[in-house]
């Protein structure tokens, strides 16, 4: 029995999809460019350097979904998949996918970023499993600004996996090899983890520890 988990910004992806997100809505002008790009390159930044405060980023991020209606969000979303995601896929990327659903009983996504702007990421790899931060929505579908349980961010993402596998009726322990592949020192919980830590695009820390440890590493860009 195999698993195989993949981070998504920095790894299947050459750039980061929150990221982004804010600067295609910032393109749109529904948002104030110098204010925003100003906030999300700081929480960029945090990320990368492994000190992110993700409620205060969750805060930021979710914000502008509970502004405006879903409907012309999914259209903003489709624009905003041929504009900025399509660019950033790499052919490595798509193929190391697709070596994985030959030999791997479960392939899923894992990422910190919300559901809404990554679903129809994970379609397009052709992954049907996604464990992403869950924006809360009313009754009526629309955004609340708010997060829906526990967002899959550092620990968290070890929390997440196992709660997915026990809905699928599953334990990590039934897995002979699992793999999770991602860039960043944020995924050291997972990485440390798995029977098959993979490193690809890394961050400064985690190229260092992957070097330290033996772990693989890879650079697929678009």
């Not at 204010?35 to 990320?47: G, K, L």
């Amino acid at each position: 029995m195999r698993l195989a988990l993949f981070d998504l910004d920095h790894t299947l992806l050459s750039g980061d999809s929150d990221f982004e997100w804010g600067q295609f809505l910032a393109n749109q002008g529904v948002l104030d460019r110098v204010r925003h790009e100003a906030r999300n390159r700081a929480f960029y930044d945090d990320y990368r350097e492994g000190k992110l405060d993700i409620d205060a980023f969750l805060a930021f991020q979710l914000e502008p979904l509970a502004r405006f209606p879903r409907a012309q969000l999914d259209q903003w979303h489709r624009r905003f998949m041929t504009e900025h995601i399509l660019p950033l896929v790499s052919p490595a990327a798509l193929e190391r996918v697709r070596a994985e659903q030959a030999q791997a009983q479960l392939v899923a996504i894992i990422t910190a970023t919300n559901r809404f702007v990554t679903g129809p990421i994970a379609a397009l790899f052709g992954i049907d499993h996604l464990i992403a931060t869950e924006p809360a929505q009313n009754e009526a579908g629309q955004f609340t600004g708010k997060v829906q349980g526990i967002p899959s961010f550092r620990e968290g993402k070890v929390t997440r996996v196992d709660e997915w596998l026990a809905g699928l009726g599953h334990r990590w322990q039934d897995f002979t090899e699992t793999a999770f592949y991602s860039d960043s020192q944020n995924d050291l919980p997972l990485l440390e983890r798995a029977s098959e830590p993979v490193v690809v695009n890394p961050d400064p820390v985690l190229s260092d520890l992957a070097q330290q440890r033996g772990w693989p590493v890879y650079h697929w860009k678009s």
